[in-house]
C-alpha cells in the first residue's frame, strides 16, 4: 500500500507556492471557500458544505426530568463522532486528535458560551425541561471540519422549532405541531468559527479555510469563534509554531469580517427556506 | 424513489437513495484499501459494514442491520479478487430511524448497490436491488394481496412482511434479464398458524417483489 500523503513534491510545491503569496486552490489568503447551506424535509436538519467539506448536523428535543442541581435550566447534548465515511483514516471508537479538537470546541461554542438560552428551555421547574440533542456528523473531510461543523450545529440550532407546550397549574400539554406552531429556540447570539493555519516557516503568513493539504502540513491552527458583533467568544491555538502580537490582532480583525459577511448569508438562507415552508400561525 | 450520486471527496464512491420523496440514507465505499492485520484474510477481501443512525450511538439495531448487508454484500462482490484488502461501507441514516423496517433495510441495500455502482473500484458480481413486500389480508374475496409499499389504512390488515434481494446480471436485451433471489426474510406479523406463511406464499411473494426489484434496477440504469 502506498504511504500516507502528503508526498515530499506535494510539501515543497505546497510552501513554494505559499512563498509566493499563491493558494494551490487559487483562493487569496484570507478568503473561505463558499459556504452553501441545504435544509432537510424536517426543521432542525441541515447540511453545510464548505466547499468539500460536509457535516450534516439535526436537532432533536425530548422532555425529561432535570438534574437537581439545575432545576430551572434545559439539557443540551451534543454527539459528534466522526466515522470512517469523513476519511478512511478516521476508525470508530478511537478518537484521532482531530476529533478530540473537534468535541472539545463544539462544546465550547455551543454550550459553553450560553448560545442557547437554557432557562427557556424550562417548562416545569424541578420536574420538566427540554432535553436538546444536537447530532453532528461529518460526512466529507476536506479540510477544516470544525468550523464546518460549528457553523452546522449554529444554523441546525436556528433552524429547528420545539413543540409548543402550555403549563397550567401542575399539568403540562404539548402540542403537536400540526395543531399550534411550533416555535423557536430562543438564540442569545449567532457564533461563528474561523480556523487559521500557519505553517512553519514564518515568512508564510497564516492562511484561513485551509483545505485538505494545507491542513495536513501545517505548523499550528488557531481557532476563533466570534458573533457578528465583534465579540469574541473562544481563541483556541492548541500547539504549533508561536506566533507574533501582531500576527494574532490582524487574524482577529480579518475574522471580525468574515463573521459579519457570513451572518449575512445564513440569516438570507434561513429566511430564503422558511418562506419555501407552508407553515400557517393562527 | 429518489436515487443520487454524491461525490463525497475522501471516499471512492457514495449514493444516495430513498423509497419515496426524501433520500434515507447515504452511503459511502472505500476499496479496496488498507486492512488491518487481525482482520485480514489470505485468500479474499474483508468487507466491514458500520450502519449508523441519525440520532444517538450506533445500538443493536444497527447492528442487525450491518450484519444482514454484510451477508448481502458478500454475494455481490467479487471476494477473490482482492484478497488482503479491505472494503469498508458506511450507511448513514438521514432521516430519525427508530426502528429498522424492512423497507429500510431494502433502501440500504439499494443504495449500497449504488454507491459500488458509482466507486467502480471494486469487481461485482452483479446488481443486487431489493424491495419491501407486505402481504394484506383480502377486503373482499380469499386471494391476500401483495403490495409494495405500506398505507396507513393497510396497517389493520397487515399479515406478513419482508425484505426481498435479488442479484440482477446477464440482461441480455432489456426484456429478458436474469435474477435469482439471494436473501430475504419473509415473516408473518401474527403468531399462530391461521395466518402463517409456507412455502406458495413465499413464492407468490417473491414473484411480485422480483417486478419491484426489477423497476428499481431500471431506475438505476
Not at chain 2, 38 to 50: D, F, G, L, R
Not at chain 2, 84 to 97: C, D, E, G, M
Not at chain 2, 115 to 126: C, F, H, T
Request: proline residues 6%.
Amino acid at each position: 500500500m502506498r504511504p500516507p500523503s502528503p508526498s515530499i513534491p506535494e510539501k515543497e510545491f505546497l510552501f513554494s507556492a505559499l512563498k509566493q503569496g499563491l493558494r494551490l486552490d487559487g483562493r487569496e489568503f484570507f478568503e473561505t471557500r463558499p459556504v452553501t447551506l441545504t435544509f432537510g424535509p424536517e426543521l432542525g436538519w441541515v447540511e453545510c458544505f464548505l466547499g468539500q467539506t460536509r457535516v450534516l448536523a439535526q436537532v432533536d428535543a425530548k422532555m425529561i426530568k432535570p438534574p437537581p442541581e439545575r432545576p430551572f435550566e434545559g439539557v443540551i447534548s451534543i454527539h459528534s463522532e466522526i466515522s470512517p465515511m469523513a476519511s478512511s483514516e478516521f476508525e470508530l471508537g478511537r478518537p484521532s486528535e482531530e476529533e478530540v479538537t473537534i468535541t472539545r470546541m463544539l462544546d465550547k461554542v455551543i454550550r459553553r458560551s450560553d448560545v442557547v438560552d437554557k432557562e427557556s428551555l424550562c417548562i416545569l421547574a424541578g420536574q420538566r425541561v427540554w432535553h436538546l440533542r444536537l447530532n453532528v456528523h461529518c460526512l466529507s473531510d476536506s479540510g477544516n471540519l470544525l468550523d464546518c461543523a460549528c457553523l452546522a450545529g449554529i444554523v441546525a440550532l436556528k433552524h429547528f422549532r420545539r413543540p409548543d407546550v402550555e403549563v397550567i397549574g401542575e399539568e403540562v400539554t404539548v402540542h403537536h405541531p400540526t395543531s399550534r406552531a411550533p416555535i423557536p429556540l430562543s438564540l442569545h447570539h449567532n457564533l461563528y468559527c474561523f480556523t487559521f493555519a500557519f505553517f512553519s516557516d514564518t515568512s508564510i503568513h497564516p492562511v484561513l479555510d485551509p483545505n485538505h493539504l494545507e491542513q495536513r502540513l501545517n505548523g499550528g491552527l488557531i481557532s476563533i469563534a466570534l458573533n457578528a458583533h465583534r465579540e469574541l467568544c473562544v481563541v483556541q491555538k492548541s500547539g504549533g509554531v508561536p506566533l507574533e502580537p501582531a500576527d494574532v490582532l490582524r487574524i482577529v480583525n480579518v475574522a471580525v469580517q468574515k463573521a459579519k459577511d457570513l451572518d449575512v448569508i445564513v440569516e438570507s438562507r434561513l429566511r430564503e427556506d422558511w418562506e419555501g415552508r407552508k407553515v400557517e400561525v393562527r | 424513489l429518489i436515487l443520487s450520486f454524491d461525490s463525497l471527496s475522501r471516499v471512492d464512491g457514495s449514493a444516495r437513495f430513498g423509497f419515496g420523496l426524501y433520500p434515507q440514507y447515504l452511503t459511502s465505499i472505500s476499496g479496496p484499501i488498507e486492512v488491518r492485520l487481525a482482520s485480514e484474510q489470505p485468500s479474499q477481501s474483508t468487507i466491514e459494514v458500520h450502519v449508523r443512525p441519525l440520532t444517538n450511538v450506533p445500538g443493536t439495531e444497527s447492528k442487525k442491520a450491518a450484519v444482514i448487508l454484510k451477508e448481502v454484500l458478500q454475494m455481490e462482490v467479487i471476494m477473490e479478487a482482492n484478497p488482503r484488502t479491505l472494503i469498508q461501507f458506511v450507511v448513514q441514516a438521514l432521516v430519525p430511524t427508530p426502528n429498522v423496517t424492512d423497507e429500510l433495510v431494502a433502501a440500504m441495500i439499494n443504495c449500497c448497490t449504488l454507491s459500488l455502482l458509482n466507486a467502480g473500484s471494486v469487481p461485482m458480481r452483479g446488481v443486487i436491488c431489493a424491495v419491501s413486500i407486505v402481504r394484506l389480508s383480502p377486503v373482499k374475496g380469499e386471494i391476500p394481496i401483495y403490495k409494495v409499499h405500506l398505507t396507513e389504512e393497510s396497517i389493520p390488515r397487515l399479515e406478513a412482511t419482508g425484505c426481498f434481494a435479488f442479484l440482477f446480471s446477464d440482461s441480455v436485451s432489456s426484456n429478458t434479464y436474469a435474477s435469482s433471489c439471494i436473501w430475504t426474510n419473509w415473516h408473518s406479523s401474527y403468531s399462530g398458524s391461521a395466518k402463517a406463511v409456507d412455502e406458495d406464499d413465499l413464492v407468490r411473494a417473491r414473484d411480485v417483489a422480483r417486478s419491484a426489484a426489477r423497476e428499481v434496477w431500471d431506475r438505476m440504469k
